[in-house]
C-alpha cells in the first residue's frame, strides 16, 4: 500500500517550487523562452521549403525571424531595468505618437500605398509602415501604448471611477478613436487592443454598468467594421455561418486549416513532414502557424503550447495579485490578458470556433513587430515579478554583484507585505485597484448590479 507522504510528495515537490519567492519570475522566463524557440522551429518548419525555392536558401525567413527575437530579448533587457515611474510616463508619450501614425496609416491606405513621407511608406492594406528596407507593424506598437496610458488613466482616477463623466475625459475618446483608426483597416488587431482595453477597465474597478454599456458600443463597432464598406469581412463571417459554403473562395484557408489539422491525428505526421504548408495553407507561418503545428506534430504538441501558454498566464496573474503597487497590479494583469487573450483569438480561428480574423500567435508566428513587441512586454512582467515583496526581500537578502545588475537587471525596491498580500492580496477588492467611490460621496459596495 502506498504511504500517503509518497502519494502525495509530487503536489508538496510542486507547492514548495510555487512558494520560492523568484517563482513568478522563472515560470515567466521558461515558458515564454520555450514558446520563442517553439517558433522559431516551426516558422522554419513552414517556410524552408519555399524560402529555398525562392532565394536558394532555406534558412533565409528563420534568420530574420532569429534577428527579429534577438531585438526582442534586447527591448526583454531593457523593459525589464526601467522603474514603474518610467512605464507611467511613457505611456502619454506613446500615445501622442501612436494615434498621428494611425491616422497616417489609414490615410496611406486609402490612397492605395502612394502616400510617401521622407522615405516612410504605407502599403496598400495600411497594416505596414514601410521604412526604408524595413517594414514595422505600427498596431502592435499601438497595443502598447494604450496598456500603459490606460493603466496610467485608471490608477490616477481610481477614487472616481464611479462616475461616468471621469471615464469620459480622457479615457473613452481617445481610446475609442485609436480602435476606430486600427479597426478600419485591421479588424483582428482591433479585437486583441479591445481584449486589452476591456481588462483594464475590469482589473481597474470599473462598474459592471459601465463595462456593460461598453459592451454593447464595442459588439456594435466592429458589426460596423464586418458589414459597412468591407465586403472582404462579410463574406468570412459568412462562410463561417455556413460552412456549406466553405468550398468557395471565402472559406478555403479554414478549410484547408482543417485538413492540416485532421492530418496530424494524435503525435503528427513529424516535424517538417507536413503537407498543407506547400501552398495549400495560406499565412502558413503567420496567422495558421498551429495548423502547422497540429499536423506535424499532432494533439501532442498542440497540448504542449497550450500548457506553455496556460503558465504564462498562471506567472502573469500571480504577479498582478502579489504586487502591492496599483499600476503594476493593473499592467501586469492587463498585459497578460492582452497575450493569452490573443492566443486563444488565434487558436480559435485556426480550430474554427472564430471566424478568421486576421491575428498572429504570440511568441510562435512569424513576424518581427509582434514578436519584438511581446517579448518586451513580459520584460515589462519581469521587472513586476521582482518587485514582488518576497521576491525583492529575498534579492536584496542575496544581492547580485555590481556586473550582474549592470548586465542583468538593478535590485527592485524593498516594498512591505503584510499577510494578506503574501496570501494574493486577499484583503483587497478582486480587480487589484482601489474600488471607485461616487462624487456624492456615497460609498460604493462591490460592483453595481
Not at 61 to 84: C, D, H, I, S, T
Not at 85 to 114: C, D, H, W
Not at 337 to 344: D, E, K
Not at 381 to 407: N, Q
Request: glycine content about 12%; proline content about 5%; charged content about 15%.
Amino acid at each position: 500500500m502506498t504511504s500517503p507522504r509518497l502519494s502525495t510528495s509530487p503536489l508538496a515537490a510542486l507547492r514548495g517550487l510555487l512558494s520560492r519567492p523568484l517563482a513568478s519570475y522563472y515560470l515567466l522566463l521558461a515558458s515564454v523562452g520555450l514558446l520563442v524557440a517553439i517558433g522559431l522551429v516551426m516558422v522554419f518548419s513552414a517556410t524552408g521549403v519555399d524560402s529555398f525555392k525562392d532565394t536558394g536558401n532555406s534558412f533565409a525567413v528563420v534568420a530574420k525571424q532569429g534577428m527579429w527575437a534577438m531585438l526582442g530579448l534586447v527591448g526583454f533587457w531593457l523593459f525589464q531595468r526601467l522603474p514603474v515611474n518610467t512605464y507611467r510616463s511613457v505611456g502619454t508619450v506613446l500615445m501622442a505618437v501612436a494615434i498621428p501614425v494611425q491616422l497616417f496609416m489609414l490615410i496611406g491606405g486609402e490612397m492605395g500605398g502612394k502616400l510617401a513621407f521622407a522615405g516612410i511608406s504605407v502599403d496598400e492594406k495600411a497594416n505596414w509602415l514601410h521604412v526604408g528596407a524595413f517594414q514595422v507593424q505600427p498596431a502592435e506598437f499601438a497595443k502598447l501604448a494604450l496598456l500603459l496610458w490606460g493603466a496610467e488613466i485608471l490608477v490616477r482616477k481610481r477614487e472616481l471611477l464611479g462616475d461616468l463623466k471621469e471615464l469620459v475625459v480622457p479615457l473613452f475618446p481617445v481610446a475609442g478613436l485609436l480602435l476606430a483608426l486600427v479597426g478600419y483597416h485591421d479588424l483582428g488587431t482591433m479585437l486583441s487592443m479591445l481584449t486589452i482595453f476591456g481588462a483594464l477597465l475590469f482589473i481597474g474597478g470599473v462598474r459592471t454598468r459601465i463595462l456593460g454599456l461598453l459592451l454593447g458600443i464595442a459588439v456594435a463597432g466592429v458589426l460596423v467594421l464586418i458589414f459597412v464598406g468591407n465586403e472582404y469581412r462579410s463574406a468570412r463571417l459568412a462562410s463561417f455561418l455556413h460552412p456549406e459554403r466553405m468550398k468557395d473562395g471565402d472559406g478555403f484557408q479554414a478549410m484547408q486549416s482543417y485538413f492540416a489539422i485532421s492530418n496530424g491525428g494524435w503525435f503528427g505526421v513529424g516535424l517538417g513532414a507536413g503537407s498543407q504548408k506547400w501552398g495549400y495553407l495560406p499565412e502558413s507561418a503567420n496567422d495558421f502557424i498551429y495548423a502547422v503545428i497540429a499536423e506535424e506534430l499532432g494533439v501532442v504538441g498542440c497540448m504542449v503550447v497550450l500548457a506553455l501558454f496556460a503558465v504564462l498566464t498562471y506567472a502573469g496573474l500571480r504577479i498582478a495579485r502579489r504586487v502591492t503597487d496599483p499600476f503594476r497590479r493593473l499592467a501586469a494583469g492587463a498585459a497578460t490578458i492582452w497575450l493569452s487573450g490573443q492566443a486563444i483569438l488565434n487558436i480559435g480561428v485556426v480550430i474554427g470556433l472564430i471566424p478568421i480574423t486576421g491575428i498572429t500567435l504570440p511568441f510562435i508566428s512569424a513576424g518581427g513587430s509582434s514578436l519584438v513587441v511581446s517579448v518586451a512586454v513580459v520584460g515589462m512582467l519581469a521587472s513586476f515579478a521582482r518587485a514582488e515583496p518576497e521576491a525583492a526581500a529575498a534579492l536584496h537578502a542575496r544581492p547580485p554583484g555590481k556586473w550582474g545588475r549592470i548586465l542583468w537587471a538593478p535590485l527592485p525596491p524593498l516594498t512591505s507585505a503584510g499577510p494578506s498580500e503574501r496570501r494574493g492580496d486577499a484583503g483587497r477588492p478582486a480587480g487589484g485597484v482601489t474600488r471607485p467611490r461616487q462624487r456624492s460621496g456615497s460609498t460604493t459596495q462591490g460592483r453595481s448590479k
